[in-house]
């Protein structure tokens, strides 16, 4: 006996990959990024965003390393326009003046619609004070990397979910996706339950059986948006955590697409 395949036929899009790579020495060059679309469509993904090559280093970049990242992620973009959403990749201890800047010439040069912080220092830093205020006047949603700081520490630069908390105190208008659910896990569902202004994203480490409900359950199902962190992560395994997910299909078709094209402002 043959067990039936299960099938999402509804729209997808992917609010959390990496597409050319953590790294400039891991870019696999265009053919294999035609190629990485073409299955992402097959799966039923209309669009994706690109976080660019956050791992270039960890922290201490240059302004000229950032635009040269920034640059990179346009390009890829322009490889598949109506496919690729980019993000404005920022490390904030580059001071204010800089910060505002760059966002100001990815939204108004490259039509970036995002921004996205790594692990360049903890988002509760004050020195990100000058990345929500540029996010707020340019209308822009920040990706922060989070996960639980009691598994991978490094607090300086590793931002927990406890410290978005501690961020949005100082900026309530921010809006915010929290990358990485089961990175964060259950206790990090529970530090930003109150905060309506932040999402979660489905990626992060293997599928976690029962978290895409718990999240659902705690923050209401408009507050998850489904991110795969491919390609480092299985696109397909990804799409299977939600899908197997025990969700109405309504739910599932918000966290696949709704969610994300009201956040990222997709018609």
Same mark, same amino acid.
């Given at each position: 006996?043959?067990?039936?395949?299960?099938?999402?036929?509804?729209?997808?899009?992917?609010?959390?990959?990496?597409?050319?790579?953590?790294?400039?020495?891991?870019?696999?060059?265009?053919?294999?990024?035609?190629?990485?679309?073409?299955?992402?469509?097959?799966?039923?993904?209309?669009?994706? =965003?690109?976080?660019?090559? +956050?791992?270039?280093?960890? !922290?201490?970049? *240059?302004?000229?390393? $950032?635009? &040269?990242?920034?640059?990179?992620?346009?390009?890829?973009?322009?490889?598949?326009?109506?496919?690729?959403?980019?993000?404005?990749?920022?490390?904030?201890?580059?001071?204010?003046?800089?910060?505002?800047?760059?966002?100001?010439?990815?939204?108004?040069?490259?039509?970036?619609?995002?921004?996205?912080?790594?692990?360049?220092?903890?988002?509760?830093?004050?020195?990100?004070?000058?990345?929500?205020?540029?996010?707020?006047?340019?209308?822009?949603?920040?990706?922060?990397?989070?996960?639980?700081?009691?598994?991978?520490?490094?607090?300086?630069?590793? =931002?927990?979910?406890?410290? +978005?908390?501690?961020?949005? !105190?100082?900026? *309530?208008?921010?809006? $915010?996706? &929290?990358?990485?659910?089961?990175?964060?896990?259950?206790?990090?569902?529970?530090?930003?339950?109150?905060?309506?202004?932040?999402?979660?994203?489905?990626?992060?480490?293997?599928?976690?059986?029962?978290?895409?409900?718990?999240?659902?359950?705690?923050?209401?199902?408009?507050?998850?948006?489904?991110?795969?962190?491919?390609?480092?992560?299985?696109?397909?395994?990804?799409?299977?955590?939600?899908?197997?997910?025990?969700?109405?299909?309504?739910?599932?078709?918000?966290?696949?697409?709704?969610?994300?094209?009201?956040?990222?402002?997709?018609?």
């Amino acid at each position: 006996m043959t067990t039936p395949e299960v099938r999402w036929t509804g729209p997808i899009i992917d609010a959390h990959a990496h597409p050319r790579g953590l790294h400039v020495t891991d870019d696999p060059g265009r053919p294999f990024v035609d190629e990485f679309v073409a299955r992402a469509r097959r799966l039923g993904v209309e669009k994706m =965003s690109s976080l660019g090559e +956050v791992l270039f280093r960890a !922290s201490g970049y *240059s302004e000229t390393e $950032i635009r &040269m990242l920034n640059d990179r992620n346009a390009e890829l973009a322009s490889w598949h326009p109506d496919f690729f959403v980019p993000f404005c990749f920022l490390d904030p201890m580059l001071g204010a003046d800089f910060v505002k800047d760059e966002v100001r010439r990815c939204h108004e040069v490259h039509g970036f619609r995002a921004i996205k912080l790594e692990i360049a220092c903890n988002v509760s830093n004050p020195a990100t004070h000058a990345v929500f205020e540029a996010a707020e006047a340019n209308d822009f949603p920040v990706m922060v990397h989070a996960s639980r700081t009691d598994i991978i520490g490094n607090r300086d630069h590793q =931002s927990d979910p406890a410290d +978005v908390r501690t961020a949005l !105190s100082a900026h *309530s208008g921010a809006r $915010i996706i &929290m990358a990485h659910l089961t990175g964060a896990g259950r206790r990090g569902v529970w530090d930003v339950r109150d905060l309506p202004n932040v999402a979660v994203d489905t990626s992060g480490m293997q599928p976690d059986s029962g978290i895409i409900e718990y999240a659902v359950e705690h923050l209401g199902v408009d507050r998850v948006v489904f991110g795969s962190d491919a390609y480092y992560r299985d696109l397909a395994v990804q799409i299977g955590q939600v899908l197997g997910a025990d969700l109405s299909d309504a739910e599932k078709h918000a966290v696949f697409y709704d969610n994300t094209a009201r956040i990222l402002g997709l018609a």
